[in-house]
């Protein structure tokens, strides 16, 4: 097989704010493995706050080109287990060869993956649509933009978060809501603010401490009365057992897990771990949001909105009917 990779810039439609960063670009890779006649296309979304950006991405894809010369996709196990030892710092270079190679497997056989691995695409979840950090004004202003998705998934960790929950909720009186705060917090002030969420009826809160204290989590945990999910805490399928009894679920992206093989292993793992899948993304084009979309009728939620908030993906994969719920193409291997 052979590997090519490029810088693949996507613009965001507006600036994109968390609680650790802010951005209006992002810096992605495309990948493309040949092999024979046919082509699979992956994507990587390089984590700045895990030290990878695409200069570093690029760099280990063509590290990575001479390990797949010898080998065909169906060499999965082999070829994953090689990079995963070779380079551990760049979980999302790594996704990008998964999922090109799971992209060939499925273009080889001529079925979607879903098809593949036997599941229901009627089963899959709603995506929520996010709302970044802004002013109170500009959080209004995309609430309104958002008019057509049901399911809003709001980023807090700033000082005035009750009173930005409360006018979207104001605004969005029937939209089902959800609360990420990206380690925003502290275990004193999650408790606080969880009481007046719940008023809210938020659905969960997402996050809201630093990851490394699983205990923390759990006294969380057992002090709100509204479900807990894990996602900087639970990154690749080794965090997942730790996480029982800590969290009520867990968010699994390809970028930080490794692919779809690695997501699948986590979303087996949560389950026999009692715990909730909701299935995650970053900025990302059609071509990871797509990937990521082919698990979906395993999880429980979907955020897999990164193609909504950018303006120029140049793929067509995966796409939401007028209740967000996520519609899997019919076409081989990822689908875009
Ligand atoms: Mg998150």
Request: glycine fraction near 8%; charged fraction near 25%; include cysteine.
């Amino acid at each position: 097989m052979r590997l090519l990779a490029s810088p693949l810039n996507l613009r965001l439609r507006h600036t994109f704010t968390t609680a650790r960063s802010a951005s209006d670009i992002a810096h992605n890779v495309l990948v493309r493995l040949r092999a024979g006649e046919l082509e699979g296309c992956g994507e990587a979304a390089p984590v700045h706050y895990y030290g990878q950006t695409q200069e570093s991405c690029l760099r280990a894809l063509r590290r990575m080109a001479p390990c797949l010369r010898a080998h065909t996709p169906f060499d999965l196990e082999a070829v994953l287990r090689e990079l995963g030892h070779r380079f551990p710092k760049e979980p999302s270079a790594i996704a990008a060869v998964d999922i090109a190679l799971h992209d060939l497997i499925g273009k080889r056989l001529g079925l979607p993956l879903w098809k593949y691995w036997g599941l229901d695409p009627s089963r899959t979840p709603r995506t929520s649509f996010t709302i970044g950090i802004a002013s109170l004004e500009r959080v209004v202003a995309k609430v309104r933009e958002a008019e057509k998705y049901p399911v809003l998934k709001i980023k807090v960790g700033v000082a005035n978060d009750l009173e930005i929950l409360r006018e979207v909720r104001r605004l969005a009186p029937r939209k089902t809501l959800r609360v990420d705060a990206n380690c925003g917090w502290t275990v004193k002030e999650t408790i606080a603010k969880a009481r007046a969420m719940e008023k809210l009826g938020i659905e969960f809160i997402e996050q809201p401490i630093p990851p490394g204290n699983n205990a923390a989590l759990k006294r969380i945990k057992n002090f709100i009365g509204l479900p807990l999910m894990a996602d900087e805490s639970s990154l690749a399928p080794e965090d997942v057992p730790a996480l029982r009894g800590c969290v009520d679920g867990i968010n699994i992206k390809l970028v930080k897990c490794g692919g779809l093989r690695a997501g699948m292993q986590m979303i087996h793992t949560a389950r026999a771990c009692g715990l909730k899948i909701m299935l995650g993304c970053m900025i990302e084009s059609s071509v990871l949001i797509s990937a990521a979309a082919q698990l979906s009728p395993l999880a429980d939620y979907a955020d897999l909105d990164g193609n909504l908030l950018i303006t120029n993906d140049p793929f067509r994969g995966v796409r939401v009917d007028n209740q967000a719920k996520l519609i899997l193409p019919q076409a081989a291997g990822i689908g875009v």
